[in-house]
């Protein structure tokens, strides 16, 4: 049972436009999500985070959204760069140090 | 310093062998954890440890043992591992308690069992 999905494994976006990757969860006790980017052969390096009780967190280029409701993120990268075409991990968690659940990923390509 | 290393980058070994895992990390960090990461896969949860105490068990098999000799370091010591242990092995710290839960990952061990 996939608590957090990912249902885009990849998406193609060209250099300069909006790159929209979603996420989707089934556990309404998540209070806290992440995004994570993954280069080949590195550890997940922390993007972004956000809240619960917020809707958007910003910084820089990502956005995060997150709709309660729905049970539904999104990160958005604007403009996108040849250098963020990576797999981007979406990640949730009920509080404290409870262990991250992960979605399988969506790779990203950004073409010059 | 947002930095968690580990060594070794890259490890061969067979299966009668015995080798370690190591994780560091200096940002005070009171949870680290084990993770295992198959190619195209996202990273699946072994250990976590919390004020240097084994507080998550995924139901790993015994030849995988974790130990945490003090707070900065975690260990991952490995026995007679199977050719389907290959994997990246993942090292990850974060704050306890309170929000952000931010994990860091390290760089990850790339292991290759023969």
Not at chain 1, 64 to 72: G, I, P, R, T, Y
Not at chain 1, 88 to 104: D, H, I, M, R
Not at chain 2, 30 to 36: L, Q, T
């Amino acid at each position: 049972d996939q608590q957090v999905k990912q249902n885009s494994p990849s998406l193609s976006v060209q250099e300069g436009r909006i790159s929209i990757l979603n996420c989707d969860y089934t556990n309404s006790m998540f209070d806290y999500f992440l995004w994570y980017k993954k280069y080949p052969a590195e550890g997940p390096t922390f993007l972004i985070s956000i809240s619960s009780i917020k809707d958007k967190n910003e910084d820089g280029r990502f956005t995060v959204f997150l709709n309660k409701s729905a049970k539904h993120l999104s990160l958005h990268i604007v403009p996108s760069q040849p250098g963020d075409s990576a797999v981007y991990f979406c990640a949730a968690s009920v509080g404290g140090n409870t262990p991250l659940v992960f979605g399988k990923g969506t790779r990203l390509s950004v073409i010059a | 310093d947002t930095e968690v290393t580990q060594t070794p980058k890259h490890l061969v070994m067979g299966m009668t062998n015995k080798k370690s895992l190591k994780c560091e990390q200096h940002m005070g960090h009171r949870a680290m954890y084990w993770y295992k990461q198959k190619a195209k896969k996202p990273p699946e949860l072994m250990f976590v440890y919390s004020y240097e105490k084994l507080s998550i068990n995924e139901s790993v098999p015994s030849r995988f043992s974790p130990e945490c000799p003090n707070s900065s370091l975690l260990n991952l010591h490995l026995h007679a591992l199977q050719p389907e242990d290959s994997a990246l092995y993942l090292c990850a710290s974060s704050q306890t308690g309170l929000p952000p839960y931010e994990q860091y990952f390290g760089p990850g061990t790339r292991l290759t069992v023969t």
